[in-house]
């Protein structure tokens, strides 16, 4: 396993570069003309899905308690929340953005890297392209998802890095790099000064895997904060701030303080040739990604046997030790929506009863649902044995009948995945649902346009912003 910062460049320099440097330059010195379509395709699709499931987040209980603390911290119209426009500083908004797209655990994830890298860079991103263009300085739509594309690249790699269990939020720690990424590719910095930001993201590292553990409402919070983290970080650097130079892999970088265990060979090789966008998996589903491959197979397995709740005896789950860990925990009668997007027997009891699992599917009242309840109780959940600390799939789904007959379902790749995309139809229709009480229906085609043309476009926050934000 890679632990050290040295490394061979290859293209990307001298023998002699630091990981650090590879990173960087690649972030600030590949043109746009390099970036392929592929990338930018999946780019696209998967801008849309962030800001959708960003307008749906304005649904969170402690939205307005969190943007009242964001008024809070500081005066300025430099930036728009996604629903309602509400205008703060940039690093606020990108805070608060971040927070709705993550949520509703409805966000896309890398789920080699176990990172939601889109939502704080897209998060970030907008931020600084709007206060750009309120400053008379309109960010392109091409300049834009370079940006977002490299910013990925950045914190996927970094995330993907991991070879051991996840000791903090990686989904924010890691996805922090992508925020200051997007932010450093926009600002046009150089080596030094995006060396120097970068740096100071280790003093803002922003996730504890406690919140996880408990279900907490802070998990989004986190993800807001790793938005913050990226602007913050810039706005530091461009003023002659400075943060250590090993920012990754010193002997107190990130990686050793984060992900002791991991090796970064593979994804510096990669540079240039995988891009980590085309590599985003979709969530059908408003819950934990590790609750997806289960939620697949009984789906599969109601459809294939025609299998009604009222049918099923038992159901049991053989999963990978991130999903133990992750999802494996137990139904509990004073169940909150954020421990139930995080809970297996609770989702794969609604899939049972509904079919599917939807926005709705987490309201008060669901959640505290007897019929749920005493479904949920009849889940077990068992290791499979899987070496790979890191690896959603694959899962296996047994679902034993009433009348003695036991159903089997093994998941390789779930419902949204790279290896198993999400249908278009079924992408329009998931961002119809975002949008549904908040903007109105005609808004998804003309985002769906917008976006189609985004690389056309002269200014970013002007093509996207309006179609946003719900007017009087």
Same mark, same amino acid.
């Given at each position: 396993?890679?632990?050290?910062?040295?490394?061979?460049?290859?293209?990307?320099?001298?023998?002699?570069?630091?990981?650090?440097?590879?990173?960087?330059?690649?972030?600030?010195?590949?043109?746009?003309?390099?970036?392929?379509?592929?990338?930018?395709?999946?780019?696209?699709?998967?801008?849309?899905?962030?800001?959708?499931?960003?307008?749906?987040?304005?649904?969170?209980?402690?939205?307005?308690?969190?943007?009242?603390?964001?008024?809070?911290?500081? %005066?300025?119209?430099?930036?728009?929340?996604?629903?309602?426009?509400? &205008? #703060?500083?940039?690093?606020?908004?990108? =805070?608060?953005? &971040? =927070?709705?797209?993550?949520?509703?655990?409805?966000?896309?994830?890398?789920? %080699?890297?176990?990172?939601?890298?889109?939502?704080?860079?897209?998060?970030?991103? *907008?931020?600084?392209?709007?206060?750009?263009?309120?400053?008379?300085?309109?960010?392109?739509? &091409?300049?834009? *998802?370079?940006?977002?594309?490299?910013?990925?690249?950045?914190?996927?790699?970094?995330?993907?890095?991991?070879?051991?269990?996840?000791?903090?939020?990686?989904?924010?720690?890691?996805?922090?790099?992508?925020?200051?990424?997007?932010?450093?590719?926009?600002?046009?910095?150089?080596?030094?000064?995006?060396?120097?930001?970068?740096?100071?993201?280790?003093?803002?590292?922003?996730?504890?895997?406690?919140?996880?553990?408990?279900?907490?409402?802070?998990?989004?919070?986190?993800?807001?904060?790793?938005?913050?983290?990226?602007?913050?970080?810039?706005? #530091?650097?461009?003023?002659?701030?400075?943060?250590?130079?090993?920012?990754?892999?010193?002997?107190?970088?990130?990686?050793?303080?984060?992900?002791?265990?991991?090796?970064?060979?593979?994804?510096?090789?990669?540079?240039?040739?995988?891009?980590?966008?085309?590599?985003?998996?979709?969530?059908?589903?408003?819950?934990?990604?590790?609750?997806?491959?289960?939620?697949?197979?009984?789906?599969?397995?109601?459809?294939?046997?025609?299998?009604?709740?009222?049918?099923?005896?038992?159901?049991?789950?053989?999963?990978?030790?991130?999903?133990?860990?992750?999802?494996?925990?137990?139904?509990?009668?004073?169940?909150?929506?954020?421990?139930?997007?995080?809970?297996?027997?609770?989702?794969?009891?609604?899939?049972?009863?509904?079919?599917?699992?939807?926005?709705?599917? =987490?309201?008060?009242?669901?959640?505290?649902?007897?019929?749920?309840?005493?479904?949920?109780?009849?889940?077990?959940?068992?290791?499979?044995?899987?070496?790979?600390?890191?690896?959603?799939?694959?899962?296996?789904?047994?679902?034993?009948?009433?009348?003695?007959?036991?159903?089997?379902?093994?998941?390789?790749?779930?419902?949204?995945?790279?290896?198993?995309?999400?249908?278009?139809?079924?992408?329009?229709?998931?961002?119809?649902?975002? =949008?549904?009480?908040?903007?109105?229906?005609?808004?998804?085609?003309?985002?769906?346009?917008?976006?189609?043309?985004?690389?056309?476009?002269?200014?970013?926050?002007?093509?996207?912003?309006?179609?946003?934000?719900?007017?009087?």
């Amino acid at each position: 396993m890679v632990l050290d910062g040295e490394h061979n460049a290859g293209s990307m320099g001298a023998m002699t570069d630091t990981a650090e440097t590879i990173l960087l330059r690649h972030l600030l010195e590949t043109s746009e003309a390099a970036i392929p379509e592929a990338a930018r395709d999946a780019a696209r699709v998967f801008l849309l899905d962030g800001l959708a499931v960003g307008v749906a987040g304005m649904a969170h209980t402690a939205r307005a308690g969190l943007l009242a603390a964001a008024r809070g911290w500081g %005066a300025g119209a430099e930036a728009s929340l996604w629903g309602d426009g509400a &205008a #703060l500083p940039a690093p606020q908004a990108a =805070f608060m953005n &971040a =927070f709705q797209a993550h949520a509703l655990e409805f966000d896309a994830i890398h789920e %080699a890297a176990v990172v939601h890298a889109m939502t704080p860079t897209v998060a970030a991103a *907008m931020a600084e392209a709007e206060n750009q263009g309120r400053q008379g300085r309109p960010v392109s739509g &091409a300049r834009f *998802m370079a940006a977002v594309i490299l910013g990925l690249n950045l914190a996927c790699t970094i995330g993907a890095a991991a070879r051991g269990p996840m000791r903090f939020f990686r989904p924010a720690t890691a996805g922090m790099f992508g925020a200051f990424g997007a932010v450093a590719r926009l600002r046009g910095f150089d080596l030094a000064m995006a060396s120097a930001g970068a740096g100071l993201l280790l003093g803002q590292i922003p996730g504890t895997m406690q919140a996880h553990s408990e279900g907490s409402m802070a998990l989004p919070v986190q993800m807001g904060f790793a938005a913050m983290a990226g602007l913050r970080a810039a706005d #530091l650097a461009a003023v002659g701030a400075a943060g250590p130079a090993q920012w990754l892999t010193g002997p107190f970088g990130f990686l050793k303080l984060t992900e002791p265990e991991h090796d970064l060979t593979p994804g510096l090789a990669a540079l240039g040739s995988t891009w980590q966008v085309t590599r985003l998996a979709h969530k059908p589903f408003p819950s934990g990604r590790l609750t997806h491959p289960a939620i697949d197979g009984v789906q599969r397995l109601m459809a294939a046997h025609k299998v009604r709740a009222a049918d099923v005896a038992a159901v049991r789950l053989y999963l990978p030790p991130l999903a133990m860990r992750l999802v494996g925990r137990p139904i509990k009668p004073d169940l909150t929506g954020n421990y139930a997007r995080l809970c297996l027997p609770y989702v794969v009891a609604r899939t049972l009863l509904s079919g599917s699992v939807g926005l709705h599917d =987490f309201s008060e009242a669901l959640v505290r649902d007897p019929v749920t309840h005493a479904l949920a109780a009849r889940v077990a959940l068992h290791g499979d044995g899987n070496g790979d600390e890191n690896a959603v799939v694959p899962q296996r789904v047994e679902i034993e009948l009433r009348n003695g007959a036991v159903l089997d379902q093994r998941v390789e790749a779930a419902l949204g995945s790279p290896e198993n995309p999400l249908p278009r139809a079924a992408q329009i229709a998931k961002v119809k649902a975002c =949008f549904a009480d908040i903007l109105p229906e005609d808004r998804v085609g003309a985002l769906v346009a917008a976006i189609t043309d985004l690389e056309k476009t002269q200014d970013t926050a002007a093509s996207l912003m309006s179609l946003l934000v719900r007017h009087p």
